[in-house]
């Protein structure tokens, strides 16, 4: 299994920005695939997460309201609509993929992409 990350971008204060994972490789029965962020001397924390056959979402409460993610079943890639962006948020965003288990959890996810970098200017 392999995650393709993109849609890196530095964007101000208060501006949007869309990130997409291309799931690759043996995606079969994968359950979940989810957004998990790292910033700078932080630990990595949950973002969002989506469940791959019925859609349903779960997000830090941080996120909620202003992250949307969702999936294409059909282009195998996962999004992250982000707005209304905030210095904070600055952090390197990475996808995830698991078969089983605790969304929120990024132990609980074998597959990883590569970061993204998302930098929010004030």
């Known amino acids: 299994v392999q995650l393709q990350a993109s849609g890196a971008g530095l964007v101000q204060a208060g501006g949007s920005l869309i990130l997409s994972c291309a799931l690759s490789?043996?995606?079969?029965?994968?359950?979940?695939m989810g957004w998990f962020r790292q910033a700078p001397g932080k630990e990595r924390e949950f973002v969002a997460a989506?469940?791959?056959?019925?859609?349903?979402?779960y997000y830090a409460n941080s996120m909620k309201g202003r992250f949307t993610i969702s999936r294409d079943t059909v282009k195998n890639t996962v999004y992250l609509q982000m707005n209304s962006l905030k210095p904070d948020d600055t952090a390197v965003y990475y996808c995830a993929a698991s078969r089983q288990g605790n969304v929120r959890y990024s132990g609980n996810y074998p597959y990883w992409g590569q970061g993204t970098q998302v930098t929010v200017s004030s």
């Open positions: 989506i469940i791959w056959s019925s859609g349903g979402t």
């Open positions: 490789g043996r995606t079969s029965s994968m359950y979940v």
